[in-house]
């Protein structure tokens, strides 16, 4: 018997995005109708960002990842900005200077 290494998808994985959020949506409904469905309440919610954000905050290799790619897109964008006000002042003097008016006593 020979084996193959490609193998077709099977099970919700044959399916398309489209048929999978049909499916799913229709799940959700349906437990919201039969009162199965939880329905956090403010305060639950404070709660769970709160547990969340303590355990994700301890791990500090995490936070210094993250805290440096915050730094290096800020960057990156401030760069971008700077680099287009240039190209900005660039335009503006020049269409200055070739709209500038005729001095006729120079």
Request: aromatic share 4%; net charge positive.
């Amino acid at each position: 018997m020979s084996e193959t290494n490609t193998k077709s998808p099977r099970g919700f994985a044959s399916w398309s995005p489209e048929k999978l959020s049909e499916v799913a949506s229709k799940g959700g409904k349906a437990a919201h109708e039969q009162g199965a469905a939880h329905k956090f309440t403010s305060a639950e919610a404070q709660e769970a960002g709160r547990k969340g954000g303590r355990k994700i905050g301890a791990d500090k290799a995490h936070m210094a990842e993250i805290g440096r790619k915050g730094g290096e897109a800020r960057g990156t964008k401030a760069r971008a900005r700077a680099r287009e006000a240039a190209t900005e002042r660039e335009a503006e003097t020049k269409f200055a200077e070739e709209n500038r008016p005729v001095n006729p006593f120079e």
